[in-house]
């Protein structure tokens, strides 16, 4: 085991699809297995854009059930829900003061609005709350909260990330030092997950595949993978095609370089492919599905687990909370 500590966390905005789950939740289940992890259920993050208390917790649930049956460690993990922790409240404060509104400026997705309502001829900051706004000092709190070493994100959220690193320099820069500069880890795969259509799969695009859809639901879609007009006897390139680059996810090694050879070689239509990987999903997630709507149907055995994690979490937060308000009161 590794001993350095690893953070991260999960928005809630949305039931997490096949591409969350390959590009984001997958590796961070697989590093839990041999490292010390952090991983929380950001529903604060969640506030600046989803003002619906039904809506986040449903998502928190989903996310929460997605992990624990997809198989992350629960001893090596303190997972845990971010509003749980009354310490992030008080440390996202405490950062303010050492933050310059400038950093804010700076950041990409207040940008984005800047330019959106530049180019609109809107004022700059129509639609900006003060959450979006001060979004990196909350995260830099939570990452700072735990003593995070490495922070495994998206790409999209690097420079929060390097956000925080700064805004725990200039606090170390103030009072001494205190906080330990975290690291980002860029996933490899992210980003490279085709949906329905052979772009990302994304929400936005309305392209996704869900995980846990009952087999029926599954199948409609990967049925509805978007292929060239090949015939049936035309060799594939398995590169280009979106059916080949999701069973590279799901199957092992010999299957994936069967298939890379029924493409090549010619003979097999997209019909027989899509039902190839219709059969394998299916039979890999049979289990994770089973165990998935068996916690979804009893949310207090979720709630028993994220408070215990809660607990876990609070021990090191109190820490750093306590030294942190020595340093900055007295
Ligand atoms: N902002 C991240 C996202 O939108 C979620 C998040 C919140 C996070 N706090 C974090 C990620 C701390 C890593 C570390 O995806």
Do not use: C, W
């Not at 999960?10 to 992890?37: C, R, V």
């Not at 080949?244 to 070689?265: M, P, T, V, W």
């Not at 239509?269 to 999903?281: C, N, P, R, S």
Request: glycine share 6%; aromatic share 8%.
């Amino acid at each position: 085991m590794d001993d350095k500590i690893v953070l991260t966390g999960i928005k809630p905005t949305g039931t997490p699809h096949m591409g969350n789950y390959i590009g984001a939740l997958k590796p961070l289940i697989e590093m839990s297995q041999n490292h010390k992890t952090f991983m929380f259920i950001a529903d604060l993050h969640a506030l600046n854009s989803v003002h619906d208390a039904k809506e986040i917790k449903q998502h928190t649930y989903e996310i929460a059930a997605l992990m624990i049956a997809m198989g992350l460690n629960l001893e090596n993990t303190v997972l845990f829900r971010q509003s749980d922790i009354d310490e992030i409240y008080k440390l996202s404060n405490f950062l303010m003061n050492v933050t310059p509104k400038g950093l804010m400026n700076r950041a990409h997705s207040y940008k984005a609005y800047v330019e959106k309502n530049t180019e609109i001829g809107a004022d700059v900051d129509a639609g900006v709350n003060m959450g979006l706004y001060t979004y990196p000092v909350l995260m830099a709190a939570d990452i700072l909260l735990y003593n995070s070493d490495i922070v495994p994100v998206g790409k999209d959220q690097k420079q929060h990330v390097e956000f925080a690193r700064d805004i725990a320099g200039y606090f170390n820069n103030t009072y001494g030092e205190t906080f330990k500069l975290p690291e980002p880890i860029i996933g490899s795969d992210a980003g490279l997950i085709p949906g329905l259509d052979g772009r990302k799969m994304s929400k936005s695009y309305d392209n996704t595949i869900p995980l846990f859809a009952p087999s029926g639901e599954l199948k409609k879609k990967i049925m509805r993978i978007i292929t060239d007009s090949k015939t049936p006897d035309e060799p594939k390139n398995p590169d280009e095609s979106t059916i080949f680059q999701l069973y590279k996810f799901f199957a092992d090694e010999n299957e994936i370089a069967e298939l890379r050879e029924k493409f090549i070689a010619g003979g097999m239509g997209y019909g027989t492919a899509k039902t190839i990987l219709f059969e394998k999903v299916d039979s890999v997630l049979a289990t994770p599905r089973a165990e998935y709507e068996r916690l979804m149907a009893n949310p207090s055995e979720i709630d028993a687990i994220l408070a215990n994690g809660a607990e876990r979490a609070r021990a090191v937060a109190s820490k750093t909370i306590a030294k942190v308000k020595k340093k900055m009161l007295g």
